[in-house]
């Protein structure tokens, strides 16, 4: 069997439903398969949100096409994000896990961001997540809330970071989405989170993207020096 085949192979199997019970093993093999060789932080990552995902519906399990849908969405935007951040893959995936979490927890699919008190609490949601994290999403999150917390931060600041935060968050099978699928195209998101066009959005994020990872390494030397 071909790597290629091997990945389509886990992907389907991801699809079927997986009890949290299951994810530090069925799930997390085949999502393994599915990603390729990646550093260990990367699946700690991809296991965090997954169990997020179970630990937050009704039943505790990952519901039909979520789970492929996650996998899918940590690669697509890992490999978006390469071209727009200077770093490790382990702090993409950690970025993803941020946000995919807090967007699981906030239930950002059920919200519309279109005022600056909505632009803080998608900050927020990430900022003031509970629960352990991989280091580089702990970073992140560090960051986040090193923004939020600025006195009287810029609408335009706020208005970029949660762009980019529900474009690396949120995700859901196109069955859902009434087949559009929401982890592929920034129109979509840009309509049904942000009521804006595709334009303006893509700036927000590509202008985000360009100041954020210096605003996380000054956060990260200012921790480590204790001040």
Same mark, same amino acid.
């Given at each position: 069997?071909?790597? =290629?085949?091997?990945?389509?192979?886990?992907?389907?199997?991801?699809?079927?439903?997986?009890?949290?019970? /299951?994810?530090?093993? +069925?799930?997390? =093999?085949?999502?393994?398969?599915?990603?390729? %060789?990646?550093?260990?932080?990367?699946?700690?990552?991809v296991e965090r949100v997954a169990t997020a995902l179970a630990?937050?519906?009704?039943?505790? =399990?990952?519901?039909?096409?979520?789970?492929?849908?996650?996998?899918?969405?940590?690669?697509?935007?890992?490999? %978006? !994000?390469? #071209?727009?951040?200077?770093?490790?893959?382990?702090?993409?995936?950690?970025?993803?896990?941020?946000?995919?979490?807090?967007?699981?927890?906030?239930?950002?699919?059920?919200?519309? +961001?279109?005022?600056?008190?909505?632009?803080? /609490?998608?900050?927020?949601?990430?900022?003031?997540?509970?629960?352990?994290?991989?280091?580089?999403?702990?970073?992140?999150?560090?960051?986040?809330?090193?923004?939020?917390?600025?006195? #009287?931060?810029?609408?335009?600041?706020?208005? %970029?970071?949660?762009?980019? !935060?529900?474009?690396?968050?949120?995700?859901?099978?196109?069955?859902?989405?009434? +087949?559009?699928?929401?982890? !592929?195209?920034?129109?979509?998101?840009?309509?049904?989170?942000?009521?804006?066009? #595709?334009a303006p959005f893509v700036r927000y994020r590509t202008d985000?993207?360009?100041? !954020?990872?210096?605003?996380?390494?000054?956060?990260? %030397? +200012?921790? /480590?020096?204790?001040?």
């Amino acid at each position: 069997m071909t790597s =290629e085949k091997a990945a389509q192979t886990a992907l389907n199997e991801l699809d079927c439903p997986h009890p949290l019970e /299951e994810i530090k093993g +069925r799930f997390m =093999e085949n999502a393994r398969v599915a990603l390729g %060789q990646l550093p260990a932080q990367c699946f700690d990552s991809v296991e965090r949100v997954a169990t997020a995902l179970a630990a937050s519906n009704h039943n505790g =399990e990952i519901p039909t096409g979520y789970g492929a849908t996650c996998v899918r969405h940590f690669a697509k935007r890992s490999g %978006q !994000l390469e #071209r727009a951040l200077n770093g490790s893959v382990e702090s993409r995936f950690g970025l993803i896990e941020a946000a995919s979490a807090a967007s699981i927890a906030g239930r950002w699919g059920l919200s519309v +961001r279109v005022t600056p008190a909505s632009y803080k /609490e998608c900050l927020g949601d990430v900022a003031e997540l509970g629960g352990a994290s991989t280091y580089e999403a702990t970073r992140w999150r560090s960051t986040v809330k090193y923004l939020l917390d600025r006195p #009287r931060p810029a609408i335009a600041i706020l208005r %970029q970071v949660a762009c980019t !935060l529900v474009w690396c968050g949120y995700f859901a099978p196109a069955e859902h989405e009434r +087949r559009v699928s929401s982890a !592929l195209s920034d129109a979509w998101i840009a309509r049904r989170f942000f009521r804006m066009d #595709r334009a303006p959005f893509v700036r927000y994020r590509t202008d985000a993207l360009h100041w !954020l990872p210096h605003i996380r390494d000054m956060v990260v %030397q +200012r921790t /480590e020096e204790g001040t």
